[in-house]
């Protein structure tokens, strides 16, 4: 009896050890990549205020800062969001005789993102009353920039402006950014004025 006692007690212990060994045998499936939920503030603008030949409203979660690049220019500028490390670039130039070839500028800024875009789609805007004009450029992908713009009085005045993050471009974790900071820009391109 004793001997049939260490035999049963052997049987079902290496019955237990194989029912763990073999019951978790099924394939691991691996979770999908997640990204950090990321929160906006409430959308409101002010309007930049300062000698410049040009005005138009920001976000109040925004600073504008002088633009210290080595190729600035005078009235360049930064709408500035730091939590959010996100930037509109915001150039300006005198138009007169030359507005063709800041056009064509834009455009080749503009399409030297194609090779990263999956599209690249353009709405034109247009407010007659206040002698602004302009093109708005929407570069979908992993490119560096996706919103790029420029208005101009068709005579004096021309401003460009495109938003860039400091980061890595991946489309799928930038995507609502974009699209709040998209916003941004629109109200941007929309509210320039110009001053004389």
């Known amino acids: 009896m004793n001997n049939l006692y260490k035999v049963l007690l052997f049987i079902i212990l290496l019955g237990i050890t194989c029912f763990f060994l073999f019951s978790c ?9 997640g990204y950090y939920r990321i929160g906006f503030p409430e959308k409101d603008y002010r309007q930049l205020s300062n000698d410049f ?5 920001y976000p109040v979660y925004a600073s504008i800062e002088p633009d210290k690049s080595r190729l600035a220019e005078k009235y360049w500028v930064n709408v500035y969001f730091p939590s959010y490390k996100a930037r509109i670039h915001i150039s300006y ?5 030359r507005l063709d070839s800041l056009v064509e500028d834009t455009y080749k800024l503009t399409y030297k993102h194609a090779g990263k875009a999956d599209a690249i789609s353009q709405t ?12 708005l450029y929407q570069v979908k992908g992993n490119a ?5 713009f420029y208005v101009t009085d068709s005579v004096k005045h021309f401003l460009r402006g495109a938003l860039y993050f400091s980061v890595t471009p991946n489309k ?3 995507a609502p950014a974009v699209d709040f900071f998209g916003e941004d820009v629109i109200k941007l391109m929309e509210t320039v004025r110009w001053k004389n």
């Open 93 to 97: 130039k005198e138009a007169q005789g």
């Open 124 to 135: 034109v805007y247009s407010d007659s009353e206040n002698r602004v004009y302009g093109l």
């Open 144 to 148: 560096a920039s996706s919103y790029q």
């Open 172 to 174: 799928d974790s930038l």
């Open 53 to 57: 030949p040009y005005t138009f409203s």
């Open 25 to 33: 045998s099924s394939d691991s499936v691996p979770k999908p990549r």
